[in-house]
């Protein structure tokens, strides 16, 4: 999605030259596109931003995104945000190699467009079962800030995307996620991977022979997944073995495992959790 100049306050990066990526570390979105970016082997410049810093919900990057949200890609001064919609632009900016086969030109926007409905969930099971939330992520301040700094318009019009932002984060603030609301982000994975799997029944790919863009979005879910301890081999067995090998893959392999601070502070979460009787499969009753 291309936002209109009015959308934008921070004006200095309309006069920007080449590709440009906003993005962070960790976040399942940037993973995406810096694995497209790595298989094109395209020139781009790093911006990276800190979440935990908080540095996505500052003056200067809400004036960039009002959705305060990473990814966001500069493109010769013309901003693009939402990492499936930012895949198909840059497909029309480097069709070669082509990671959307001809025969899904029409449809791919509307397939994409399933992962990123589950785009919440993924928060949810990512805060619940991966991260340790000792301190509300976003304090009342900082939603106040969300709130007020940037257009709050996207093509023009006041942003409901960013409402359901802030909603999301209050949530965290009044009490966290539930076990009911786990299990229900969970059951919605559950069933986009039975999906899959039978996708991958015949084919290397979820689109047929060919590696597309859709195999670049479900394989950060599905890693995200096991990594928060879902049960993806015992459940999903092809779907566990084409993101084993997609692992594999020198464009691939540096955005599916944790960065090694976050990696031990996960692990040490998660073992807690497991040691409380409340891992992924305990709370959702998935047998392993
Ligand atoms: N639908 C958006 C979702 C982007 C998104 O939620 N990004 C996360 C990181 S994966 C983010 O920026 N979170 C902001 C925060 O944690 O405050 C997209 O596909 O780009």
Same mark, same amino acid.
């Given at each position: 999605?291309?936002?209109?100049?009015?959308?934008?306050?921070?004006?200095?990066?309309?006069?920007?030259?080449?590709?440009?990526?906003?993005?962070?570390?960790?976040?399942?979105?940037?993973? &995406?596109?810096?694995?497209? *970016?790595?298989? &094109?082997?395209?020139?781009?410049?790093?911006?990276?931003?800190?979440?935990?810093?908080?540095?996505?919900?500052?003056?200067?990057?809400?004036?960039?995104?009002?959705?305060?949200?990473?990814?966001?890609?500069?493109?010769?001064?013309?901003?693009?945000?939402?990492?499936?919609?930012?895949?198909?632009?840059?497909?029309?900016?480097?069709?070669?190699?082509? *990671?959307?086969?001809?025969?899904?030109?029409?449809?791919?926007?509307?397939? *994409?467009?399933?992962?990123?409905?589950?785009?919440?969930?993924?928060?949810?099971?990512?805060?619940?079962?991966?991260?340790?939330?000792?301190?509300?992520?976003?304090?009342?301040?900082? /939603?106040?800030?969300?709130?007020?700094?940037?257009?709050?318009?996207?093509?023009?019009?006041?942003?409901?995307?960013?409402?359901?932002?802030?909603?999301?984060?209050?949530?965290?603030?009044?009490?966290?996620?539930?076990?009911?609301?786990?299990?229900?982000?969970?059951?919605?994975?559950?069933?986009?991977?039975?999906? /899959?799997?039978?996708?991958?029944?015949?084919?290397?790919?979820?689109?047929?022979?060919?590696?597309?863009?859709?195999?670049?979005?479900?394989?950060?879910?599905?890693?995200?997944?096991?990594?928060?301890?879902?049960? /993806?081999?015992?459940?999903?067995?092809?779907?566990?073995?084409?993101?084993?090998?997609? &692992?594999?893959?020198?464009?691939?392999?540096?955005?599916?495992?944790?960065?090694?601070?976050?990696?031990?502070?996960?692990?040490?979460?998660?073992?807690?959790?497991?040691?409380?009787?409340?891992?992924?499969?305990?709370?959702?009753?998935?047998?392993?």
């Amino acid at each position: 999605m291309q936002l209109s100049e009015r959308d934008i306050t921070t004006r200095e990066v309309l006069d920007w030259k080449g590709i440009h990526l906003f993005h962070a570390p960790g976040s399942s979105c940037s993973q &995406k596109v810096r694995i497209y *970016l790595n298989i &094109k082997d395209v020139e781009w410049t790093s911006h990276p931003v800190n979440l935990m810093l908080k540095e996505n919900i500052s003056s200067y990057y809400l004036g960039i995104n009002p959705r305060g949200l990473v990814p966001c890609l500069i493109d010769d001064g013309a901003v693009h945000i939402e990492s499936n919609d930012i895949l198909v632009h840059l497909e029309s900016r480097f069709p070669e190699p082509s *990671l959307i086969p001809a025969e899904h030109n029409d449809s791919v926007s509307d397939l *994409l467009r399933h992962e990123d409905n589950l785009h919440m969930a993924l928060r949810t099971v990512t805060f619940r079962f991966m991260m340790p939330t000792d301190e509300p992520p976003k304090t009342a301040q900082d /939603l106040e800030r969300y709130a007020n700094q940037g257009s709050g318009t996207v093509g023009g019009v006041a942003d409901a995307a960013r409402d359901r932002e802030i909603a999301f984060w209050r949530n965290m603030l009044d009490g966290g996620i539930s076990d009911e609301a786990a299990r229900a982000a969970v059951a919605e994975f559950r069933a986009a991977f039975e999906d /899959l799997e039978q996708r991958l029944a015949g084919s290397s790919y979820i689109l047929g022979n060919q590696l597309s863009v859709l195999d670049i979005a479900w394989v950060i879910y599905v890693n995200r997944l096991a990594l928060a301890g879902y049960p /993806l081999e015992h459940l999903h067995p092809r779907l566990a073995a084409w993101a084993a090998t997609l &692992k594999s893959d020198p464009a691939f392999a540096p955005e599916m495992a944790l960065p090694p601070p976050f990696a031990a502070r996960v692990a040490a979460h998660q073992e807690a959790l497991a040691q409380a009787g409340r891992s992924l499969s305990e709370v959702c009753g998935l047998t392993t």
